[in-house]
C-alpha cells in the first residue's frame, strides 16, 4: 500500500490551501481515510477522519468548521480543504489508510501513512 500526499506550501493566516492524498495497492472504497498532522517536539495530532463511501466525517475541535475532508473512490483519493488557516496550523500534515471501513480519532487506527507535506502559515 502506498499513499502520496502533496499540496502543502508556505500561505498567510487567512488562507486557504488544499491538499491532496493518492492511494495505492487497496481496494480504497473499502477503507476509511484519516488526516493526521505533526509540529516539530509535538505528537502526531488526529484532524479528520472520512468513512470509506463517504457517508460520516469526523474532526478534531481544532480544525472543526475550517477543514474539509472529502474523497473520491474512482480516483482513489482524498482531500483536506483548509481554510481560514492559523499560524499554529503550521506542521507536516500526513494522510493515512485504515484497515477498517470506519475508523477513530487514533494514530493506531490506521495502517498505511503518506510521507507527509509541509504547511506554513506565516502571521
Known amino acids: 500500500v502506498q499513499l502520496q500526499a502533496s499540496g502543502g506550501g508556505l500561505v498567510q493566516a487567512g488562507g486557504s490551501l488544499r491538499l491532496s492524498c493518492v492511494a495505492s495497492g487497496r481496494t480504497f472504497s473499502n477503507h476509511a481515510m484519516g488526516w493526521f498532522r505533526q509540529a516539530p517536539g509535538k505528537e502526531r495530532e488526529f484532524l479528520a477522519e472520512?468513512?470509506?463511501?463517504?457517508?460520516?466525517?469526523h474532526y478534531s475541535d481544532s480544525v472543526k468548521g475550517r477543514f474539509t475532508i472529502s474523497r473520491d473512490n474512482a480516483e482513489s483519493t482524498s482531500q483536506l480543504q483548509m481554510n481560514n488557516l492559523k499560524p499554529e496550523d503550521t506542521a507536516v500534515y500526513y494522510c493515512a489508510i485504515s484497515p477498517y471501513g470506519v475508523a477513530g480519532p487514533y494514530v493506531a487506527e490506521f495502517d498505511y501513512w503518506g510521507q507527509g507535506t509541509l504547511v506554513t502559515v506565516s502571521s
Open positions: 472520512i468513512s470509506r463511501l463517504g457517508g460520516s466525517t
